[in-house]
């Protein structure tokens, strides 16, 4: 799963309705523009330290993009962070790059979340979990996939009875250290579950339809749905304070309704219906309103999350 989608995204831009899947940064800017608000509220409850504001997976850039336009003016804070983009496929980096083409002042790119500098940090991540490896296992076996008779096959057979990811325990622990050392503020969004039975989460995605894990290797999206119980479980194990809801009721808490109806105002009627449906995309249960989920973990215990 790993070397699949190290070549994946390291050889195409993915996106939109050309692509294989479309995010959320990519349906409207309010999505981007409301976690920036709420990124600068986190960082003013922090006292207005300087600090980092880092990116996993930072896509085509939109995200950030929209989170720096949306803070401008907000006193002190475009001043007051250096930005970190974690990436590791160099074509998306290029076209973050440009994206972000005079944005901020200060905007580095990096593979990995090492060597971060040791200053507050405010981190995001969007539908980055979801395609970090797993392994899943057929009661206490792990299964494998085997070149057999030609083709690849999972071994042994049998129904998926768990599913862990060690990659995603692996990247945790490092936010969480960094957030435990230097305080700061983390917010994670993908599609998830809290708890509960699940069992084989583990898909392949291709041009907006599912398809068969073990075809096209590398040619197609692999993810698996985010443990956040797991992920809540860590983070409440290092001391940091956590909140958790979904992305419907996290945007509409933060004005998503608000935002659009302004954002109509000066739109024309074509607009309009299209600020209007993908708000309705990002919000409504039977879209992505209630499968995709928001964690976020806090170094600082005195002040609320706001969800
Ligand atoms: N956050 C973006 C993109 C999500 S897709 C959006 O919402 O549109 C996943 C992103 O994570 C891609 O940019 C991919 O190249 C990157 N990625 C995948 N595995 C990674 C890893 N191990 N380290 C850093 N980036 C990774």
Redesign the pocket.
């Known amino acids: 799963m ?1 070397l699949c ?2 070549h ?3 050889t195409r831009d ?2 939109g309705t050309r692509g294989d ?6 349906i409207s800017q309010i999505f981007g523009e409301l976690i920036g608000a709420w990124l600068a509220q986190q960082w003013l409850q922090l006292g207005s330290p300087k600090a980092v504001l880092c ?6 850039g ?2 950030m993009k929209d989170i720096l336009r949306a803070t401008r003016n907000v006193l002190q804070f475009h001043a007051s962070i250096l930005i970190r983009m ?4 160099p ?2 980096q290029a076209l ?1 790059k440009q994206t972000l083409q005079g944005s901020h002042p200060d905007i580095a790119w990096k ?2 979340l090492d060597d971060l500098p040791s200053l507050p940090l405010m981190l995001v ?4 979990f ?3 490896p797993i392994r899943q296992f057929v009661g206490d076996e792990e299964r494998n996939v085997i070149h057999l008779n030609g083709q690849l096959t999972f071994s042994p057979q049998g129904e998926v009875t768990r599913e862990d990811s060690p ?1 995603s325990a692996a ?1 945790m622990q490092q936010i969480l250290t960094a957030l435990h050392q230097q305080g700061g503020t983390a917010l994670l ?1 993908d599609y998830g579950y809290n708890g509960g039975q699940q069992k084989d989460t583990l898909q392949a995605v291709r041009q907006h339809a599912f398809c068969d894990p073990l075809t096209h290797l590398g040619e197609v ?1 692999l993810t698996a749905h985010v443990d956040f119980a797991a992920l809540t479980a860590q983070a409440q194990a290092t001391g940091l304070q956590t909140a958790y809801t979904t992305q419907g009721d996290f945007l509409r808490r933060l004005g998503a309704e608000l935002r659009a109806t302004a954002l109509c105002r000066s739109a024309s009627e074509s607009q309009r219906h299209q600020i209007l449906s993908s708000l309705e995309r990002l919000l409504s249960p039977e879209q992505m309103g209630a499968l995709f989920k928001v964690l976020a973990i806090t170094s600082s215990l005195e002040n609320p999350i706001g969800f």
């Open positions: 790993e989608n190290q994946y995204y390291a993915p996106f899947f479309t995010t959320a940064p990519e990116e996993l997976g930072p896509g085509r939109t995200l974690v990436e590791t496929s074509v998306l973050q593979t990995t991540a969007n539908e980055f979801d395609a970090l990659a990247v969004i999206d």
